[in-house]
């Protein structure tokens, strides 16, 4: 047999080496952003030889071909708040990134006409408080009420402007107009590019700047809400920057922040109730109340502050930046990465698996306490419920509320605090300091929607439970009673503490949406700061001997008992040695399993 030889010839081809394209160097500017009072120069410059310059000062982002051109080393005059923005560019060159220096000049935000050029007249699409969404949408409002300004004083008022850090939005016009301010919920959400500065007047070495998106959040209102993300194509995956380390309640220095919310104080603005009596009227801080004191009874919770608002070179007022309390916010602050968390909301499933929450409604509805306690942190919901009626949480249990819990390693569900906007006698058919109707034996509906809450069914299928109920009841007792976080002086002491912070920025506040009407921004007599000192004031009152009414109300209910006097489990493992002629120290196993202190008497 004959073999036959096959040649196999391997041809290699060399292939050209991908050569990137140098970037052009990021240009500087040679004044910092920041507050200032005078007319001046402003020289941007790149290190790149032969470079030019683009520079755009409508808030949008200049590229390699649109934008003014300026020579290399040039200068801007800048004499009112603008917002600058760059990039160096130069044939065969990858076009540098955009840098953004605002420079605010005080004097002439208080001059901000109703109409500035190049913005539109009428507001698409938007909605009142109290009316459906319209697709005619309202008259733009972005006036500085002289009436307000001339009032206070130009002292007054650019002091109100520095009493909180300053946090500025650069964008298209029409990106945030024709397409961010427009969004409803249940609409396709689009994300736009933005530049975020962070411009502190009593802090200048805390001054950033940081590229992200933004999108709408909550209702079209003349007033919008937004939401901050920061991820790619954008640009940073996180936010590294302590913004709540002035917070007026729980500062901290954390960092990492993949998303922020821009809350305008919605339903408690100080006009929503124009047309009705002061105890309508907003403060806008009740939401804030509401996380901070949960904050302090349970441990968990977003974190809030509060910033002047500026979108492109137009003050919008004093808005309120918290956290999104997500599967994203649990990792940050409570360990594990952004998959090992399941989270929910008002709306259903936001991110990860929902089997163990699932089975926990479930057996909750079936009654089995002894299951739920294994899948539901107990303590946890029981303070969530407790403030949510301490406190007469209005627009709920059918919205606004926000829970998770880890799945790896499995861990509890827990529930997290949203939006309390309505608290505090804000409206007239709430029931503050009081059981809420839907939650009553034989419920009294507040909304169609509230018997498909998980709240909803957890309480109805517990409250026959007398475990459960003695559960409550202890966490009452320990919030409601002797130096408890809910008792009347610690509740009024949290709502002084945010009026004090707030009272200075809303001089501002009012000259922007003072003249506002709960229907529509209109040309109205502006409510005052004296209007808003008398509603801060009439809210506090609400809280007056609120806790005996609130424990006279579970009790009517059979939502609470008195506590049976019990003997504390005796600690075990008890052991003392002497360390000097006059300390001892003890050691011993806490069995209790709750609150329960030990006193130790020679």
């Given at each position: 047999?004959?073999?036959?030889?096959?040649?196999?010839?391997?041809?290699?081809?060399?292939?050209?080496?991908?050569?990137?394209?140098?970037?052009?160097?990021?240009?500087?500017?040679?004044k910092?952003?920041?507050?200032?009072?005078?007319?001046?120069?402003?020289?941007?410059?790149?290190?790149?030889?032969?470079?030019?310059?683009?520079?755009?000062?409508?808030?949008?982002?200049?590229?390699?071909?649109?934008?003014?051109?300026?020579?290399?080393?040039?200068?801007v005059?800048?004499?009112?708040?603008t917002?600058?923005?760059?990039?160096?560019?130069?044939?065969?060159?990858?076009?540098?990134?955009?840098?953004?220096?605002?420079?605010?000049?005080?004097?002439?935000?208080?001059?901000?006409?109703?109409?500035?050029?190049?913005?539109?007249?009428?507001?698409s699409?938007?909605?009142?408080?109290?009316g459906?969404w319209?697709?005619?949408?309202?008259?733009?409002?972005?006036?500085?009420?002289?009436?307000?300004?001339?009032?206070?004083?130009?002292?007054?008022?650019?002091?109100?402007?520095?009493?909180?850090?300053?946090?500025?939005?650069?964008?298209?016009?029409?990106?945030?107009?024709?397409?961010?301010?427009?969004?409803?919920?249940?609409?396709?959400?689009?994300?736009?590019?933005?530049?975020?500065?962070?411009?502190?007047?009593?802090?200048?070495?805390?001054?950033?700047?940081i590229?992200?998106?933004?999108?709408?959040?909550?209702?079209?209102?003349?007033?919008?809400?937004?939401?901050?993300?920061?991820?790619?194509?954008?640009?940073?995956?996180?936010?590294?920057?302590?913004?709540?380390?002035?917070?007026?309640?729980?500062?901290?220095?954390?960092?990492?922040f993949d998303?922020?919310?821009?809350?305008?104080?919605?339903?408690?603005?100080?006009?929503?109730?124009?047309?009705?009596?002061?105890?309508?009227?907003?403060?806008?801080?009740?939401?804030?109340?509401?996380?901070?004191?949960?904050?302090?009874?349970?441990?968990?919770?977003?974190?809030?502050?509060?910033?002047?608002?500026?979108?492109?070179?137009?003050?919008?007022?004093?808005?309120?930046?918290?956290?999104?309390?997500?599967?994203?916010?649990?990792?940050?602050?409570?360990?594990?990465?952004?998959?090992?968390?399941?989270?929910?909301?008002?709306?259903?499933?936001?991110?990860?698996?929902?089997?163990?929450?699932?089975?926990?409604v479930?057996?909750?509805?079936?009654?089995?306490?002894?299951?739920?306690?294994?899948?539901?942190?107990?303590?946890?919901f029981?303070?969530?419920?407790?403030?949510?009626?301490?406190?007469?949480?209005?627009?709920?249990?059918?919205?606004?509320?926000?829970?998770?819990?880890?799945?790896?390693?499995?861990?509890?569900?827990?529930?997290?605090?949203?939006?309390?906007?309505?608290?505090?006698?804000?409206?007239?058919?709430?029931?503050?300091?009081?059981?809420?109707?839907?939650?009553?034996?034989?419920?009294?509906?507040?909304?169609p929607?509230?018997?498909?809450?998980?709240?909803?069914?957890?309480?109805?299928?517990?409250?026959?439970?007398?475990?459960?109920?003695?559960?409550?009841?202890?966490?009452?007792?320990?919030?409601?009673?002797?130096?408890?976080?809910?008792?009347?002086?610690?509740?009024?002491?949290?709502?002084d503490?945010?009026?004090?912070?707030l009272?200075?920025?809303?001089?501002?506040?009012?000259?922007?949406?003072?003249?506002?009407?709960?229907?529509?921004?209109?040309?109205?007599?502006?409510?005052?700061?004296?209007?808003?000192?008398?509603?801060?004031?009439?809210g506090?009152?609400?809280?007056?001997n609120?806790?005996?009414?609130?424990?006279?109300?579970?009790?009517?209910?059979?939502?609470?008992?008195?506590?049976?006097?019990?003997?504390?489990?005796?600690?075990?493992?008890?052991?003392?040695?002497?360390?000097?002629?006059?300390?001892?120290?003890?050691?011993?196993?806490?069995?209790?399993?709750?609150?329960?202190?030990?006193?130790?008497?020679?």
């Open positions: 047999m004959s073999r036959k030889c096959i040649a196999l010839a391997i041809v290699l081809f060399a292939v050209p080496a991908v050569v990137h394209a140098a970037t052009v160097s990021t240009p500087t500017f040679s910092a952003r920041g507050f200032y009072d005078a007319a001046m120069s402003v020289t941007i410059s790149s290190a790149t030889s032969g470079a030019t310059i683009r520079y755009t000062t409508d808030g949008s982002a200049p590229t390699a071909s649109s934008g003014t051109v300026l020579a290399n080393g040039g200068s005059t800048v004499s009112t708040t917002c600058l923005r760059a990039v160096a560019c130069q044939s065969g060159l990858t076009t540098s990134a955009v840098q953004t220096h605002t420079y605010l000049f005080l004097g002439q935000v208080l001059s901000q006409p109703l109409w500035p050029a190049g913005y539109p007249a009428t507001w699409k938007t909605h009142p408080p109290h459906p319209s697709p005619v949408g309202t008259d733009g409002d972005y006036e500085m009420d002289p009436t307000i300004v001339n009032k206070y004083g130009a002292t007054t008022m650019k002091n109100s402007l520095k009493a909180l850090p300053s946090l500025v939005v650069a964008m298209k016009i029409s990106d945030m107009f024709g397409t961010v301010y427009q969004q409803e919920p249940g609409q396709t959400i689009v994300e736009k590019a933005m530049s975020m500065e962070w411009l502190d007047p009593a802090d200048p070495a805390s001054n950033f700047q590229d992200c998106g933004i999108r709408s959040h909550s209702w079209a209102y003349a007033w919008r809400c937004f939401r901050l993300k920061y991820k790619s194509p954008f640009g940073p995956t996180s936010l590294n920057q302590p913004v709540f380390k002035k917070a007026p309640m729980h500062p901290t220095t954390k960092t990492g998303k922020l919310i821009l809350r305008s104080g919605c339903g408690d603005k100080l006009w929503r109730g124009r047309q009705s009596t002061v105890a309508t009227r907003g403060v806008e801080f009740r939401d804030e109340w509401l996380r901070s004191a949960f904050r302090d009874m349970a441990g968990v919770g977003a974190h809030g502050t509060y910033v002047h608002l500026y979108i492109n070179h137009l003050y919008w007022g004093v808005y309120n930046l918290v956290e999104r309390p997500d599967h994203s916010h649990c990792a940050l602050w409570y360990g594990g990465s952004n998959s090992d968390w399941y989270s929910g909301h008002h709306a259903g499933d936001i991110s990860g698996n929902d089997d163990r929450f699932d089975s926990m479930s057996y909750a509805v079936s009654g089995n306490y002894t299951a739920v306690k294994s899948r539901l942190d107990i303590n946890n029981c303070d969530y419920i407790l403030l949510s009626w301490f406190a007469g949480l209005y627009d709920w249990p059918q919205n606004n509320h926000y829970y998770a819990n880890r799945n790896n390693p499995v861990d509890k569900v827990f529930w997290m605090q949203w939006d309390g906007d309505y608290t505090w006698e804000l409206s007239s058919s709430q029931t503050t300091g009081r059981v809420h109707p839907s939650f009553w034996p034989t419920p009294q509906l507040v909304r929607g509230d018997p498909q809450s998980p709240l909803y069914k957890i309480w109805h299928g517990l409250r026959k439970n007398s475990d459960f109920i003695n559960d409550f009841s202890r966490r009452v007792d320990l919030h409601c009673k002797g130096s408890g976080t809910l008792i009347e002086s610690k509740s009024k002491a949290r709502w503490s945010l009026a004090s912070f009272s200075p920025a809303m001089y501002a506040e009012c000259a922007r949406w003072g003249d506002s009407h709960e229907d529509a921004p209109s040309p109205l007599t502006p409510l005052t700061h004296q209007h808003w000192l008398d509603a801060v004031a009439v506090r009152a609400s809280m007056n609120i806790v005996n009414e609130f424990i006279a109300d579970l009790k009517k209910y059979g939502y609470y008992k008195d506590p049976a006097p019990t003997i504390p489990a005796a600690p075990s493992g008890l052991a003392a040695s002497a360390t000097s002629m006059s300390q001892i120290s003890l050691s011993w196993t806490d069995n209790s399993g709750d609150e329960t202190q030990f006193k130790v008497e020679r």
